[in-house]
């Protein structure tokens, strides 16, 4: 059955931003170090080897982050098997969808 895609990407953007807190870097710079806090990094892999991870995060990419996640996947990372909160980080541009998002 057809159907019209009503949704621009811009608009789904807006509506995950306004589901999930967002942080300042400088929030999120207070957190590393905490044993109650996982840092993921959504930056492609070039990225990460141009400007360097936040020591102990998660190294995703936005393109592979369900799949890391669900337990299901051949891609799932245990990492993400805790109950912590998840301070999820990247560069701007078209990946980006504003302020860190935990």
């Keep these: 059955m057809p159907q019209a895609i009503t949704k621009t990407s811009r608009h789904i953007v807006k509506e995950a931003v306004a589901s999930v807190p967002a942080i ?39 393109g592979m982050m369900e799949f890391h996640i669900d337990p299901e996947s051949p891609a799932h990372k245990p990492e993400f098997n805790q109950d912590k909160t998840y301070v999820f980080y990247w560069a ?11």
């Design 92 to 102: 701007s541009g078209g990946q980006s969808c504003g302020p860190i998002c935990h």
């Design 24 to 62: 300042s870097a400088m929030e999120a710079l207070s957190l590393t170090g905490s044993s109650d806090q996982v840092f993921v990094d959504l930056r492609d892999g070039t990225e990460q080897a141009k400007t360097g991870v936040i020591a102990g995060a998660v190294k995703s990419s936005r």
